[in-house]
């Protein structure tokens, strides 16, 4: 299941963020990747630990916490703290998946990479190339979207950024371990909630709708680890 969800950030927090992370200290992007990933990653990146990039990080899951949307897609339990990443010059990250699991820095259990997402913090116009191609089991997407904007997607999936060719690519992304595990019921209660909104939004609240909003609850009840 992919998600795109516009404005999570507006554009004056997208210019500040920007401003921020423009000055920090940026690194190989292979840092933090397994050998398979180092072989096809081409970028720069903000340390894990950057002061900057925590801070950052932390304006970006702030806007999230209050976005219905990303609730809906996620159903997130626990994220890593969000990177920061940029492609410029034929930088480019081959067809990869991420690592399963991963150490949430300073804290003790591991969290297991669910959800995908990837924030943009540049406009199409600024770059050509850098598309974020995803292959899922409905077949190839590529993304690109507008500054602020977010793309959710299984980190399942395999994945790649296309070669930048012009212009520069900065993009946030982190991982969510979601309460429900499997991205096909996620999937599921993601369509459920979208069509029990649309039937609301047309009908008002009916006896079917809130009979369909019950079946919602327990399914979630039902697949949800908390
Ligand atoms: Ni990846």
Not at 191 to 212: F, K, M, N, P, Y
Request: net charge negative; aromatic share 8%; glycine share 8%.
């Amino acid at each position: 299941m992919m998600l795109h969800i516009p404005n999570v950030l507006t554009r004056e927090q997208v210019r500040q963020m920007r401003a921020a992370i423009d000055a920090a200290g940026w690194v190989d992007g292979r840092a933090t990747v397994g050998a398979q990933g180092a072989l096809v990653k081409h970028n720069r990146q903000l340390p894990e630990d950057d002061p900057v990039a925590l801070e950052q990080g932390r304006v970006i899951l702030q806007a999230l916490a209050a976005n219905a949307q990303f609730f809906s897609a996620a159903l997130p339990a626990r994220h890593m703290p969000p990177l920061f990443n940029r492609y410029t010059a034929g930088e480019t990250y081959g067809l990869h998946v991420d690592g399963a699991v991963r150490r949430v820095p300073g804290a003790a259990p591991w969290l297991r990479t669910d959800v995908s997402s990837t924030l943009f913090l540049c406009d199409p116009e600024d770059y050509d190339g850098g598309e974020l191609v995803v292959v899922d089991t409905y077949g190839t997407h590529e993304v690109k979207l507008p500054a602020g904007d977010l793309i959710v997607y299984p980190s399942s999936s395999l994945h790649r950024v296309e070669p930048v060719t012009r212009g520069e690519r900065v993009c946030s992304f982190f991982w969510t371990q979601s309460m429900v595990r499997s991205d096909a019921q996620r999937g599921m209660l993601l369509e459920l909630d979208q069509t029990i909104q649309q039937l609301r939004a047309r009908l008002g609240e009916t006896d079917q709708t809130v009979a369909l909003t019950g079946h919602y609850h327990n399914l979630l009840r039902m697949w949800a680890d908390v």
